[in-house]
């Protein structure tokens, strides 16, 4: 079965300037034209656009993007490379990950400090401006 972009935007969820360019960076390979010279896309093609995508989520740029391509197109030999440049993605990602997390952390503890203030369990004190407690 074969795909229109409209179809293929619907199936991967990127917009049709978004698959367009992708497809006019060479990012989609072997892209298949109709009998009126319009992009059409199978389902594998449909798989490697939403691998596009993780990619692109995974702060890939679309250089990495085309380099990771260029070793896929390479088959299986070239795999322990995939992994390392994924395995280099993954760690920036979990260092993202951790520094969100130290975010999240902060703000549930300076919300449950205001919860604190507000019900009268603790009294206020700031970092940025005096107040009585300070004196």
């Known amino acids: 079965m074969y795909y229109t972009m409209k179809q293929a935007c619907e ?6 300037d978004t698959l367009k360019f992708y497809c006019n960076e060479g990012l989609v ?6 009998k009126n010279n319009y992009r059409i896309f ?3 093609d449909i798989a490697w656009i939403v691998s596009l995508s993780c990619l692109k ?12 391509l260029a070793l896929c197109l390479e088959g299986e030999d070239s795999i322990p490379q ?7 993605k993954l760690q920036e990602l979990d260092n993202k990950m951790a520094e969100l997390q130290k975010s999240i952390d902060f703000i549930h503890w300076k919300q ?5 203030v507000l019900s009268g369990k603790v009294k ?8 009585e407690n300070d004196e």
């Open 82 to 88: 995939r992994q390392k440049i994924l395995d280099a």
């Open 29 to 34: 390979p072997n892209v298949k034209r109709d």
């Open 57 to 68: 989520n995974c702060g890939m740029s679309i250089v990495e993007m085309k380099e990771y």
């Open 112 to 116: 449950g400090f205001y919860n604190d």
């Open 42 to 44: 199978n389902d594998k």
């Open 124 to 131: 206020y004190y700031s970092n940025l401006v005096q107040t």
């Open 11 to 16: 199936k991967t969820g990127l917009t049709y």
